[in-house]
């Protein structure tokens, strides 16, 4: 009975995938070399979490992006990147999943100077891995 | 030879449009433990594999097993676990779906009229947040909704014709997807992130048209199922917001072939399209054609 309990839960677990033309790999972005440093923070782990390195938003050529420097974190399954309004994610802009990209683009839309705070949240699970507070360069 | 040119439409019919769609073995499919005439029939084993065609590139093959317990010749149960793989150009990602267990009680005949409830639960398998090399999906191609569902319905048997009447609405939303269409490189799919579903009705006309050999079985039916609201997501500024046109009616057109084998074998052939298709279909059950062939074992 607990064989046939195994084997019903591996194949519960069982699944696969084969990247795609809109998932095969990442063009690495890159801050010009004109940009501008205009916020920078270092990240500051949550209980439990490991993290290292620092976010900095740069302006080039009319948009923000956020760039991650010497960043390393504890893996977590569903983990993004937010540009938020606190040390908390209540209210943000969400920059998409972190991956080994290290450079996130800030929407147009977003008046930069409202935002406080880079932070690495891991979305399915609601909890906050990583907070790196602002100051202006 | 009416019903063989419905047939042959449902086959050769318009290949371009959409529907919501019956992949999901929700609602759609909900009538199984109704339309067993066999008293002597005590279990049924079924495997089945549907292919469709999604929205833009999207291509599924959908398998699933089921098996139906009947206590008596009122009551039965049916339990039935879904799996899927859906192919485009996100990849292709296979997944469990969901496991759905119902109860079906079929009331005492009268004049003609036979009333059946029916009541049941689907659990989903996942999150609806299955990943490509990190990269989030749309819910075309996750197997699951992630959400637990209440089903309950009705149906009605006069002479050849089935009515039922049903509703799936969701009452626990486990989906956290994380789809992004604006950092998706494509518009073939809206944004679903953290999406929440509303519930659906469903309503269907089933003629059935058997030899005289009994053996052969044509079921063409209609379907109408309405989703009651529209479905939100939260939005990459952190807002949830209305998906607006994600509600309304979608009306399917469904033919099914059933051939006995022998006296416990038997093989279904069904194929569906729609013609009332709802302005936006986030949800990913979308299917422009839908193919389901199984087999089942009845002892």
């Known amino acids: 009975m607990r064989t046939l309990v195994l084997i019903v ?14 998932t095969s790999g990442r063009v690495a972005e890159n801050i010009a070399p004109d940009a501008s440093l205009q916020y920078s923070g270092n990240f500051v782990p949550t209980a439990g979490i490991s993290v290292a390195g620092a976010a900095q938003i740069y302006f080039s050529e009319g948009s923000y992006k956020v760039q991650l420097t010497g960043f390393s974190i504890s893996n977590g399954p569903d983990l993004k ?20 990209q290290t450079v996130y683009e800030i929407p ?5 100077a409202d935002y406080s705070h880079v932070l690495i949240h891991c979305q399915q699970y609601n909890h906050l891995f990583a907070v790196a507070a602002l100051t202006q360069n | 030879m009416r019903k063989l040119v419905l047939v042959a439409f449902l086959f050769f019919g318009s290949k371009t449009l ?41 291509k599924y093959v959908s398998p699933y097993v089921a098996y139906t317990k009947h206590f008596s010749s009122k009551f039965s149960f049916t339990a039935r676990v879904t ?34 409830a029916m009541l049941g639960f689907k659990f989903p398998f996942t999150a609806s947040n299955l990943k490509i090399n990190g990269y989030s999906l749309p819910l075309d ?8 569902d209440v089903l309950a319905g009705t149906a009605l048997k006069t002479g050849n014709f089935d009515w039922q009447l049903a509703v799936q609405i969701p ?11 604006e950092y998706s490189g494509t518009t073939d799919f809206p944004s679903t992130n953290l999406f929440e579903r509303k519930p659906d009705a469903l309503f269907r006309a089933t003629y059935t048209w058997q030899l005289p050999s009994r053996k052969l079985t044509f079921k063409p039916n209609v379907l109408f199922i309405y989703h009651l609201g529209e479905d939100t997501y939260e939005n990459i500024f952190s807002k949830r917001v209305s998906i607006a046109g994600s509600d309304g009616l979608t009306v399917n057109i469904n033919g099914l072939a059933s051939y006995r084998l022998t006296k416990k074998q038997q093989l279904e ?31």
């Open chain 1, 108 to 112: 147009d839309s977003v008046e930069v």
């Open chain 1, 81 to 100: 990147v937010y540009l938020s309004k606190s040390d908390v994610p209540n209210n943000f802009v969400n920059l998409g999943n972190l991956s080994s």
């Open chain 2, 83 to 116: 799996y899927s793989t859906a192919t485009g150009s996100f990849g292709t990602r296979s997944q469990f779906g969901d496991a759905f267990l119902i109860g079906n009680y079929r009331f005492k005949p009268k004049q003609q009229k036979q009333w059946s």
């Open chain 1, 9 to 22: 839960c591996s194949f519960l677990l069982f699944g696969c995938s084969e990247e795609g033309v809109l």
């Open chain 2, 269 to 299: 052939v069904s194929v569906a399209t729609p013609v009332v298709v709802r302005d936006i279909r986030p949800d990913g059950l979308t299917r422009s054609f839908v193919l389901g062939v199984s087999y089942q074992i009845l002892f």
């Open chain 2, 171 to 181: 009452v626990v939303n486990l989906n956290r997807n994380s789809y992004f269409s």
């Open chain 2, 141 to 148: 191609y996750q197997s699951s909704l992630g959400t637990i």
């Open chain 2, 18 to 58: 959409f529907a919501q769609g019956c992949s999901d073995a929700g609602i759609c499919s909900i009538d199984k433990g109704f339309d067993r005439e066999t008293d002597s029939v005590r279990q049924v084993i079924e495997t089945a594999v549907v292919y469709s065609l999604g929205e833009a590139d999207v």
